[in-house]
């Protein structure tokens, strides 16, 4: 399934550095995510933006910066990251609608040095 | 924060075999949403199936069942006749039936379907 496509699919960033990572979906829906996925701990949720409005931001701090541009894009700006948040970074889409499941993409691994 | 437990965190299985993974979750409300999604080493979330908790039937799709307990807060996922193409990460996760859209998931169970 190729409704969610996010890039880079690897990233490797010094603390300095400022890097984006990018996620479309194909899929029509107007709700996106980004989740965070760690080693040996569940799934994070992010944020979440419905018709482009940020709805969600679970306590994310500030080095994480969100945008959503329109209904079929979403991004994530990251600066002065430290190696703790080195993860799989997973962007998924839905219609709007209450039960409507989530479609995910293939997801960043960024590694923070 | 709704709290969802998978407590097996590996299983293996012999190909041709059935194998059935636990979940229970933690929550007051009535109705709401559970899944089961496949995470296989491409690394991408592949929805296997959804079940509203307001509909007694189990939901099926395919060699993939549930069973659905809610008094006992249980959605257990029932794969029959393994195939090695299920080899993968499986997470449980559950959604209220609010309009935020948030998915809260278990720890994951990783399932190895042997040759």
């Known amino acids: 399934e190729t409704g969610v496509t996010q890039t880079p699919r690897h990233l490797v960033m010094g603390m300095t550095n400022k890097k984006s990572l990018k996620c479309e979906q194909h899929l029509g829906h107007n709700a996106m995510y980004w989740y965070k996925q760690s080693a040996k701990k569940p799934l994070e949720l992010m944020f979440v933006y419905n018709f482009k409005e940020q709805t969600e931001n679970n306590s994310v701090p500030s080095r994480f910066s969100p945008e959503c541009p329109n209904s079929s894009h979403l991004f994530l700006h990251l600066h002065t990251l430290q190696p703790e948040d080195s993860a799989l970074y997973l962007c998924?889409?839905?219609?709007?609608?209450?039960?409507?499941?989530?479609?995910f993409g293939n997801g960043t691994r960024l590694t923070v040095t | 924060a709704q709290t969802v437990t998978q407590s097996q965190p590996e299983m293996s299985v012999q190909e041709a075999e059935t194998v059935t993974l636990s979940c229970t979750y933690d929550t007051s409300e009535s109705n709401y949403y559970l899944f089961w999604y496949k995470q296989p080493p491409s690394r991408q979330m592949i929805l296997v199936i959804r079940q509203e908790a307001y509909k007694q039937q189990n939901a099926t799709e395919n060699r993939f069942s549930v069973n659905f307990q809610k008094a006992a807060k249980s959605f257990s996922l029932k794969i029959s006749d393994s195939q090695l193409g299920d080899t993968a990460m499986y997470f449980c996760a559950f959604m209220k039936p609010t309009n935020d859209y948030k998915l809260s998931f278990g720890a994951g169970t990783t399932v190895t379907v042997r040759a």
């Open positions: 998924a889409s839905s219609q709007t609608g209450v039960g409507s499941p989530l479609h």
